[in-house]
Structures are given as C-alpha cells and as structure tokens.
C-alpha cells in the first residue's frame, strides 16, 4: 500500500458526459501528479501539482482540468468524454516538486460506453 | 523516436533465472525510475537512482550516465516476479518540476 488512495476504483460513463476522479496523496506529501495509461498511448503524464498550485502540464486535453485543494487532495475533472478517453488513471505523490520518489495511487479504470 | 526505451519487450524465463531489462535514454535526465506493474494495475516504484547502483532484494538497478543506459537486474527470479516493468525518466526544469517519461514497458512471465 502506497498510502496515495484513489476514488472510484471503476467508472462506467457515457460518451458527452462529465467525470470527477479524486485522489488523496501520501500524508505529507505536496506533490500530486496525474498520469493517463491506454492501450495505444502507454503512460502518459498529464498535468502535476504542488502546494495547490499548477506545477507543470503535459499531454492534457482541454476537455480535463484538474485542481489541488487546500488539504492536498487532488481532482481530474474529465468532460465531453469521448470513446478514446478509456483508460487507467493514476494519480502519483512526492514529498517536494524536484528529484523525488513518486508513490502511485491504485488508479481509477475510466470506460466511456 | 521514443525518448525511453526498453528492451525486450517480452521476457519468459523459468524459475531461478538471471533476468535484466534494458533501458535507453536519449536526453538528459535528473533521475531514472523503475516501476512495477501487477496485472491489477496498480503501480509500485521499485528504485530512483540519478548515478552507480542500487540494491533492494533480489533486485539490482544499475544506470550509466555517460552511456545514457539503465539495466534492471532480477536475481533467483520467482513466478511471482511476473509483471511489466517499466523504466520512466524525470527532468527537472522551469521551476524544478518532476514529471515522468516513461518506457513502452517489459512484459515479464517467470515459469514454475
């Protein structure tokens, strides 16, 4: 058990619909990291945190976004899904931003029907 | 061309085996990562090393900077060694960010 915790393990949605992936970071740590694994895309980072601010962007669409709260927790909102946006998501702590060790949620398995 | 690199893609090996995975990077990185995959999904970090080696178990990590080259070395391999192993690399830049480039990933099945 990493100690990064992730909501809901399974989603089933609809194509056109919005959803919240929620994820709780290690106790103490301020970064949080969201990463999309597929099929045909590998694992793919996506968009990082630290101390509730935007750290640093990758392959995001602009239909996600995503938020740090003041207690650290972490969403990926995810909107228009679309049949391509199937997927694992994960979502990764670290102590600081920089050189450190990254500690992977379980990660929320997304079907969009 | 993949900034990460893995080889092999597929490894079957029987019980007790020496395994090692390779990984080749084309940029310069601050830190190599290599990470477990269970067939569950989840994801474990096994070693960061950004220079030399590092021991934990049965498991070696090995990376050469130069060479820009990283080896993961499995020793009296078990069936439950099965998994996908994944090399990622970081770069730390505007703002000392630490986001990962990962492999494509090795599929490893060790045989009773």
């Known amino acids: 058990d990493s100690g990064v915790t992730q909501t809901p393990k399974h989603l089933i949605t609809a194509t056109g619909q919005r959803v919240t992936l929620r994820c709780s970071p290690r106790s103490g740590d301020l970064s949080v990291y969201w990463y999309q694994q597929s099929l045909d895309q590998g694992l793919q980072f996506l968009i990082q945190y630290y101390n509730g601010e935007e750290r640093a962007k990758g392959n995001i669409l602009e239909r996600f976004s995503a938020q740090q709260f003041p207690d650290l927790h972490s969403e990926l909102n995810l909107s228009s899904l679309e049949l391509g946006d199937s997927a694992l998501y994960f979502c990764?702590?670290?102590?600081?931003?920089?050189?450190?060790?990254?500690?992977f949620g379980p990660g929320t398995r997304l079907t969009v029907l | 061309k993949n900034e990460v690199e893995q080889s092999p893609q597929n490894l079957t090996a029987q019980e007790g085996e020496f395994i090692t995975i390779n990984c080749s990077y084309s940029v310069g990185i601050s830190a190599l990562h290599w990470l477990q995959q269970h067939p569950g999904g989840g994801i474990v970090s096994l070693f960061m090393l950004s220079s030399g080696k590092k021991k934990h178990g049965r498991l070696i990590a090995t990376i050469n900077i130069q060479e820009k080259h990283s080896s993961l070395h499995i020793t009296a391999s078990h069936p439950r060694d099965s998994a996908v192993y994944i090399c990622?690399?970081?770069?730390?830049?505007?703002?000392?960010?630490?986001?990962?480039?990962f492999g494509t990933g090795t599929l490893l099945a060790v045989q009773p």
């Open positions: 990622a690399v970081s770069f730390i830049y505007g703002g000392a960010t630490n986001k990962l480039i």
């Open positions: 990764a702590s670290s102590v600081m931003t920089g050189n450190n060790e990254q500690f």
